[in-house]
């Protein structure tokens, strides 16, 4: 267990010793919990001015604690920025979505439109939904999903569940498959693309990824599920699991993802929305993986929205 100590009348400076449940855990999740209801904005602004330190020394905010650890985190003003409760639509809605649930893991088919987590303008993502409806578990985000994708997202309920789900992911001993719509005939049914890609954060936060020499190794397998006119719907298999991979391998050979906002084709949009197409078409529909000896292998299908959109598509 960890405990803590105010150095301020219990208002100011807390020093908390970390227990084995925080053992190996990044230090912006373990203060997400720590601090509840504290805003991501600002757990991140103390990570980044230095007033969070480990042992004495500064924190980044993908450094991991140990056991044993002093954490000192610094006062926290909430009245900068209260969030308000969860809505419990969206709550509902999360839960509604769980699909599968045991002492490691708590799995969702992750609605669109509802976010991993929250930041950049989101007060409440899936973890923060479903952390409102079990105040008195420890949950973490496992891996994330775009806001704009909706399927397979697994959350973790122990720290051993968190830790060997992360070290296969890190080693990509995990499936990951996504179905998405490609504008275009690719030329075969059957390819991969290698391609590196190179991250780079623009003014205002967002996220763009191109293919440079620079960047790290990147491989995708694609497979053709079904013909559409002027499109296929692929299925997706991650060699390698980089920021917006599926999408910008897809823009990179000619035939981005249909809807895409940031790396599609403006003309075939307008004419995938007139369809009814109302967001990008990218659905996580599987992931599998052995941990402990136990075979895990979660699937979900496409969401009614897809389903809808390709019907009329295929009218």
Do not use: W
């Not at 919990?33 to 924190?59: D, E, F, H, M």
């Not at 893991?105 to 479903?130: M, N, R």
């Not at 968190?162 to 504008?183: E, F, S």
């Amino acid at each position: 267990m960890q405990t803590a100590t105010s150095l301020d009348g219990g208002q100011g400076v807390r020093l908390v010793e970390i227990g084995p449940e925080r053992d190996g855990q990044r230090v912006d999740n373990a203060l997400m919990t720590l601090c509840k209801g504290v805003p991501k904005s600002l757990v991140y602004r103390i990570l980044r001015t230095g007033q969070v330190r480990i042992n004495g020394k500064r924190a980044k905010p993908d450094t991991r604690l140990a056991a044993g650890d002093m954490l000192r985190i610094p006062p926290i003003r909430m009245a900068e920025k209260e969030e308000g409760a969860a809505p419990t639509g969206m709550v509902k809605a999360v839960t509604d979505a769980i699909i599968f649930e045991d002492k490691h893991f708590l799995v969702i088919d992750k609605p669109v439109g509802i976010a991993a987590h929250g930041g950049s303008g989101v007060s409440h993502g899936a973890i923060e939904l479903i952390r409102a409806a079990r105040p008195n578990e420890h949950i973490e985000l496992v891996h994330r999903l775009d806001r704009d994708t909706s399927g397979v997202l697994v959350l973790s309920k122990s720290r051993a569940g968190l830790t060997g789900l992360q070290a296969l992911i890190r080693d990509n001993q995990v499936v990951k498959q996504y179905l998405c719509l490609m504008t275009g005939t690719p030329r075969k049914a059957k390819f991969d693309v290698n391609a590196p890609l190179l991250k780079s954060v623009m003014h205002g936060g967002e996220r763009m990824v191109r293919v440079d020499d620079a960047g790290k190794p990147s491989l995708t397998f694609f497979q053709e599920v079904e013909q559409y006119p002027g499109s296929r719907l692929m299925r997706a298999t991650l060699g390698t699991g980089r920021t917006h991979q599926i999408r910008v391998h897809a823009q990179y050979i000619g035939h981005p993802l249909a809807g895409d906002p940031k790396y599609g084709d403006p003309e075939a949009n307008k004419r995938f929305r007139a369809k009814g197409l109302k967001r990008m078409f990218l659905h996580a529909a599987r992931m599998s993986f052995d941990l402990d000896g136990r075979n895990y292998d979660f699937s979900v299908p496409l969401p009614d929205d897809l389903k809808l959109f390709l019907d009329n598509l295929r009218a």
